[in-house]
């Protein structure tokens, strides 16, 4: 029981608690060695005495333990009641330094000054998204290399050469001035979508809310930066890539209902009851699309949520965009041609009438042979256009490669 709560608390909470401390004077350093601190206690008691408020524990028991490391570190006398610690509000701190009034974000989230902390110039540019997402969700290297497809141990050496940089030239977990805020939130947005992906590897249905929600919520505080009374009006910071991020979230998010049966089935897109879908996340992240466009600069994000944009279609026709869809996929490859980009390309290229011309183009591919859903794709292709013995191999093929349970049973089913 104990282990599950403090597993749950630190999936929830870790990046809030080492915001606070940081946000408190703690240096960052010694921000983790008191939360990791508390969380060896937390792991030794709790089993025999779980806290009411856990969160509210492990943050004063960090708060406690930092307090006494940099006694130590600086071999002081017992600090004063006010720990030496600023007694500012943290918004007041910021506008005296950098002239932005945040109060105006109703309380930003403290996680997203962890993430501006890692998009800081001085860091490698390599290191910035690994860190992010180490810092806000507790993630060891370990858990990070697959996802830079890395060596944990090199991993886990650039991380501490980061951090050691960080100490080393005193930089604050800061949001930045108007001027350096367009530049620092672009390493941003990759780490928030960084972590939204991550969430679909997440095996359990509960922690892929978790990350999900995470990343809907940070990214449209960034989203928001740019378009409130924080931001002077002549600092020029329109932003579509984060209002399109922040679209391109919510608009997937809205289908999270329908992806499964009741009974944790998986179900396709194409065959996903509009029904299903979140009506309230639709209207938000087409509010985000529309501003978005206004700024006529499309970019990666904003052309991924006009996809799904397009999706939705079928909630109003019954049927997808595909003529506009096709023109949007055109539009991504050139931005972004990765391998998801040209195979969702082909996929709707199928489904506008061609899908012997898509299967062509697959076959002109070979080196995404590595990634799961070519072989999906294929086998949806090869089934069009009748090949069905070469379909069911390429099924097999996609079956062995996917990790999903879910998705697993549907490959296996043959439908």
Not at 169 to 195: C, F, K, M
Not at 240 to 260: F, K, M, N, Q, Y
Not at 363 to 373: F, G, H, Q, W
């Amino acid at each position: 029981m104990a282990s599950r709560l403090l597993e749950t608390v630190v999936r929830e909470a870790y990046g809030r608690v080492l915001a606070g401390l940081l946000a408190s004077g703690f240096p960052l350093h010694l921000a983790e060695d008191a939360l990791g601190g508390a969380l060896a206690r937390a792991a030794e008691t709790w089993a025999a005495e779980p806290p009411e408020h856990p969160v509210a524990w492990l943050h004063t028991v960090a708060r406690r333990r930092a307090i006494d490391l940099r006694r130590s570190e600086s071999r002081l006398q017992p600090l004063t009641a006010a720990d030496n610690l600023p007694t500012e509000p943290l918004e007041d701190v910021m506008h005296d330094r950098v002239g932005l009034d945040f109060s105006a974000l109703d309380r930003t989230d403290e996680r997203l000054r962890l993430f501006y902390l890692c998009s800081h110039p001085a860091l490698e540019v390599g290191v910035r998204t690994p860190l992010m997402l180490q810092l806000v969700m507790g993630m060891s290297a370990e858990e990070l290399a697959p996802l830079f497809l890395m060596e944990p141990a090199t991993l886990g050496q650039r991380l501490v050469r980061a951090k050691q940089k960080i100490r080393l030239a005193a930089i604050r977990p800061e949001l930045p001035s108007a001027a350096e805020l367009p530049s620092r939130t672009e390493a941003v947005r990759d780490a928030i979508y960084g972590l939204y992906l991550r969430g679909w590897e997440q095996p359990q249905a509960e922690r892929q809310t978790e990350f999900a929600n995470l990343a809907e919520r940070l990214s449209q505080t960034v989203a928001d930066l740019a378009h409130t009374d924080a931001v002077p009006p002549d600092a020029a910071l329109s932003d579509p890539e984060s209002d399109g991020l922040a679209a391109l979230i919510l608009l997937s998010e809205a289908r999270r209902a329908a992806r499964r049966t009741a009974g944790g089935a998986f179900i396709p897109l194409l065959d996903q009851s509009p029904d299903a879908w979140d009506r309230d996340r639709i209207a938000r992240g087409e509010e985000y699309l529309l501003r978005a466009s206004r700024a006529r600069r499309p970019g990666r994000f904003q052309l991924e949520a006009a996809i799904e944009s397009a999706w939705m279609s079928r909630v109003r026709t019954g049927q997808p965009g595909w003529e506009f869809m096709r023109a949007l996929y055109d539009g991504l490859v050139r931005v972004a041609p990765t391998y998801g980009a040209q195979l969702g390309r082909l996929m709707v290229q199928a489904e506008s009438g061609e899908p012997e011309a898509a299967l062509r183009a697959l076959d002109a591919l070979p080196e995404a042979r590595s990634y799961p859903p070519y072989w999906v794709l294929r086998a949806h292709l090869l089934g069009r256009v009748g090949r069905d013995a070469e379909s069911s191999e390429a099924r097999r093929q996609a079956h062995s490669m996917t990790t999903d349970p879910a998705v697993r049973d549907f490959l296996a089913g043959g439908s």
